[in-house]
């Protein structure tokens, strides 16, 4: 069974701060997704990532995908109070399009 | 815009009820999802389609059964409602214009007293 971890489960920061978090699995992905959720919402995708060792700049948020394809970071620098919500990583189960969710970072980000 | 809708947005039922879920699109898309989203679980797929009439079963089924009979409608059913089915339910779309990634609605809290 595939299986998306992520860490650390809740996060408080002070604006202006910088800020990591991770997505690992034991397994291998073609992909991995990144998406932000607020509260009252659907996730909204922030990035997808394919290649292994690949990174995407997203304005302040910067993503990496791992090596070998089994991990994926967020650094966001600079957080700002708009970045508050809860982020999650996805990946699809092995040769389908259905997608596996970690069960995301809660970010809050205090002005 | 992918111009996906959910409803209700809200509902509240009793025990044993039947309750069906609504999820519409304006695109043609062709992947749809049902999701529920609970504290400690995170995002878990219950069912999905890959066009008109075909659907398959994700890792949380029981209890719940899906139809399209269109492309841009992808209904969800609780047969029975039961309170281990309150929870917030996410119907997604999918195609090849965003690397298949996902287009959320906007949810359906249902609560089942």
């Known amino acids: 069974t595939q299986l998306l971890e992520q860490s650390p489960q809740f996060l408080s920061i002070q604006e202006g701060e910088n800020l990591t978090v991770y997505c690992n699995s034991s397994?291998?992905?073609?992909?991995l997704q990144w998406y932000r959720q607020e509260p009252g919402e659907g996730p909204v995708l922030l990035v997808t990532?394919?290649?292994?060792?690949e990174v995407k700049k997203l304005k302040r948020l910067t993503f990496q995908f791992g090596d070998a394809r089994k991990d994926s970071s967020l650094h966001i620098t600079a957080a700002q109070p708009g970045d508050t919500g809860l982020y999650l990583c996805?990946?699809?189960?092995?040769?389908?399009?259905?997608?596996?969710f970690g069960t995301g970072t809660r970010l809050k980000v205090l002005a | 815009d992918a111009g996906i809708t959910q409803s209700p947005r809200h509902k509240v039922t009793e025990t044993g009820t039947p309750v069906t879920l609504r999820c519409h699109q304006t695109?043609?898309?062709?992947?749809m999802y049902w999701y529920r989203q609970d504290p400690g679980h995170g995002l878990r797929l219950i069912h999905y389609?890959?066009?008109?009439?075909?659907?398959d079963k994700g890792e949380v089924s029981d209890g719940y059964s899906v139809s399209r009979s269109k492309t841009e409608d992808f209904l969800l059913t609780l047969e029975s409602a039961t309170s281990s089915q309150t929870s917030v339910y996410f119907c997604?779309?999918?195609?090849?214009?965003?690397?298949?990634?996902?287009?959320f609605g906007s949810g359906t809290r249902l609560t089942v007293v």
């Open positions: 997604a779309i999918s195609d090849l214009r965003n690397n298949y990634g996902y287009t």
């Open positions: 397994s291998v992905f073609s992909s």
């Open positions: 990532v394919v290649t292994g060792g």
């Open positions: 996805a990946g699809p189960s092995s040769g389908t399009y259905k997608y596996i």
């Open positions: 695109e043609n898309h062709r992947y």
């Open positions: 389609s890959y066009g008109v009439k075909d659907t």
